[in-house]
């Protein structure tokens, strides 16, 4: 079992930025892919961002490329998803999510086990 514990949102001017955290109650860093998924009011859930364990490969959703960068230090057990140059539209409950099941990360929410209880992004017009 993994807890997963996010923190960081909150309320920011469009062109702003944030830095979310997500903490495991264990080590992840060896078997663990890591994600970051959100979802909009009236919306599914999508995945934002992920990184692999084993190589540290990375995805990103298009509506992010260029302005939202993940990162994992797997000494602290925690991800990042730096966000720059936010948007209204990137207004949602972020959650991350952990996953030990496949070699690479996914940005399909089916291919996770852990989640986070999630953390408010709201971006100001």
């Known amino acids: 079992q993994v807890q997963l514990v996010e923190s960081g949102g909150g309320l920011v001017q469009t062109g702003g930025l944030l830095r979310l955290s997500c903490a495991a109650s264990?080590?992840?860093?060896?078997?663990?892919?890591l994600a970051w998924f959100r979802q909009a009011p009236g919306k599914e859930r999508e995945g934002v961002s992920c990184?692999?364990?084993?190589?540290?490969?990375?995805y990103y959703a298009d509506s992010v490329k260029g302005r939202f960068t993940i990162s994992r230090d797997n000494a602290k057990n925690t991800v990042y998803l730096q966000m720059n140059s936010l948007k209204p539209e990137d207004t949602a409950i972020y959650y991350c999510?952990?996953?030990?099941?496949?070699?690479?990360?996914?940005?399909?929410?089916?291919?996770?086990?852990?989640w986070g209880q999630g953390t408010q992004v709201t971006v100001s017009s």
């Open positions: 990184i692999s364990s084993t190589d540290g490969s990375t």
């Open positions: 999510a952990a996953d030990n099941k496949y070699l690479y990360c996914s940005e399909h929410e089916e291919s996770y086990d852990y």
């Open positions: 264990r080590f992840v860093g060896d078997y663990y892919s």
